[in-house]
């Protein structure tokens, strides 16, 4: 009879049983777990990365490294650069957010070379007869007999022009013509032979997230690749009223400009213009211009050397959301005209200032910059139907348009305001924030001092301004403006709409009337 107490031996039969178990699942590969059982964390199949080497090795014998010469000396600058891939930070205008930036940047790390430009305007020495290069950039062919895209500011002031093959191969070629407000211009090599080239985009169906492949002639280096993605679209920046960048994240850098950005298939969507550094190198901010404003710019270019814009003659500004408000339109949307200019189109056709124009032809216009492409991509000469929103409701108008000068001159004035007379009839405004006197000529009232912490001064009216109306209506002393704006309060208006004039230029500035 066993010495074994019945609880001992049921424990020693278990773990005999667990061994055997445990011996039996090592035997057909099952893992053990000392630990009870979990479910699976989730797990996603990755897809594979992509590879760019079949897109480089189909659009490199079409992109080309262009060399210019000049009798123009190029100047050196050893410190913090400040251009935009090529183009002077004094070309920004001074309201651009990216001049801002470098201003504030410029005050917090260190002054800025006297040569802000990409070389200074001082004629150069000649070498051995021949001009001195002075400007390298990229570009790319879009015919098989041989035309091909740059950037403006790449052959600008060019006497020569030298294209150089993926193979090294040295073409001379000749500028067929160039457009400076987009930044765009077309050479053609005159050697008969097929080149390999390379079509534009659909760049509508283009996503933020988007892969692409940029290619060029980065600092001289010859054919270079980067890759990233598309990072925004509808990029303004202040280079010009044609504004509407592709913004991308791939490694672009001084010299790529003019150079092609390529998606997956090969095609062109953009051709990189600007780039947004402090030191003047890649740091992940590139902007391209839309394949398809380059498409219509391009085609204007070979085909008559230059580009005919359409032009309206007025001058706009956005609809902010005040503006609406004081002015009764459901949405912000739309350009106002802050100033139609003498004898122009618009003039002539009866646009007013203080108009808002809501759609061209029919097509909605949702701020200035849309107005502006679709005016400009209108040949001179044709008949367009403006829609406006005036005195509360929606009109038509009919304007033919003329062509768009070369040089927009500003509006020029021979009334000085005296700078010594003393203030007569000032009133203070207390609700605007604003003391205002009786105009000179009897046009308006001059603001003599804003409250610093008045909405007047958020929206940058200051003293000097010239308040021309309100509201549409206008105003040549105090009582007359605030009889305005309390039928305005009366109307459940929440602004009121102000035409402000300064240095020769209007703009209009909505201000909340339940101020005070």
Do not use: C
Not at 333 to 353: M, N, R, W
């Amino acid at each position: 009879m066993s010495s074994k107490s019945p609880r001992k031996t049921n424990r020693l039969l278990a773990t005999t049983a667990i061994a055997g178990i445990a011996a039996a699942m090592l035997a057909v590969g099952v893992p053990m777990h000392t630990n009870p059982a979990l479910a699976d964390a989730v797990k996603v199949q990755a897809p594979q990365a992509p590879s760019f080497a079949d897109v480089v090795e189909a659009v490199s014998p079409a992109v080309v490294s262009v060399r210019v010469a000049s009798d123009v000396e190029p100047v050196s600058n050893d410190g913090f650069s400040f251009d935009f891939n090529g183009r002077g930070l004094d070309q920004l205008p001074e309201d651009s957010p990216l001049r801002r930036f470098f201003d504030q940047f410029d005050r917090q790390f260190g002054g800025r070379d006297n040569d802000r430009g990409p070389r200074a305007e001082r004629p150069g020495p000649k070498h051995h007869g021949r001009a001195r290069p002075v400007s390298q950039g990229s570009g790319f062919f879009i015919s098989e007999d041989g035309y091909l895209v740059t950037n403006n500011h790449v052959v600008d002031d060019g006497t020569a022009f030298t294209v150089i093959m993926d193979d090294g191969t040295e073409l001379d070629a000749k500028l067929i013509g160039k457009d400076p407000r987009t930044d765009l211009a077309v050479l053609k090599v005159e050697e008969a032979r097929k080149f390999t080239y390379v079509d534009f985009a659909d760049d509508s169906k283009v996503r933020v997230g988007d892969w692409v492949v940029a290619v060029g002639n980065p600092f001289g280096l010859g054919g270079s690749v980067t890759a990233g993605i598309v990072s925004a679209r509808g990029r303004d920046i202040g280079a010009g009223p044609y504004d509407d960048f592709i913004q991308v994240d791939a490694a672009v850098n001084k010299g790529n400009s003019g150079g092609p950005t390529f998606n997956l298939s090969g095609e062109v969507i953009g051709i990189n213009t600007a780039i947004f550094s402090p030191s003047g190198g890649n740091v992940g901010i590139a902007f391209a211009i839309p394949a398809s404003t380059a498409k219509d710019v391009v085609q204007d270019l070979i085909r008559d050397g230059s580009v005919q814009r359409g032009w309206l003659g007025v001058q706009i500004q956005p609809v902010t959301k005040d503006i609406a408000e004081s002015l009764g339109l459901a949405e912000a949307e739309g350009a106002l005209v802050a100033e139609p200019q003498e004898d122009t189109p618009a003039a002539k056709a009866g646009i007013e200032s203080g108009d808002v124009v809501t759609a061209v032809n029919g097509e909605t216009v949702k701020g200035p910059r849309e107005l502006a492409r679709k005016i400009g991509n209108i040949e001179p000469g044709q008949e367009v139907d403006l829609t406006i929103w005036r005195d509360g409701k929606s009109q038509e108008k009919t304007v033919t348009l003329g062509t768009l000068p070369m040089n927009m001159a500003s509006a020029q004035t021979d009334q000085e305001q005296p700078e010594d007379q003393a203030p007569s009839e000032m009133t203070t405004l207390d609700d605007f924030g604003l003391t205002v006197v009786p105009a000179d000529d009897g046009k308006g009232l001059v603001i003599t001092d804003v409250d610093p912490d008045s909405a007047a001064s958020e929206r940058g009216l200051r003293a000097g301004d010239v308040i021309l109306s309100v509201n549409n209506q206008q105003v040549t002393d105090a009582k007359q403006m605030t009889q305005v704006i309390d039928k305005a309060a009366k109307d459940g208006r929440k602004a009121a709409l102000f035409q402000v004039e300064n240095e020769n230029r209007s703009r209009f500035v909505a201000l909340p009337i339940d101020q005070g």
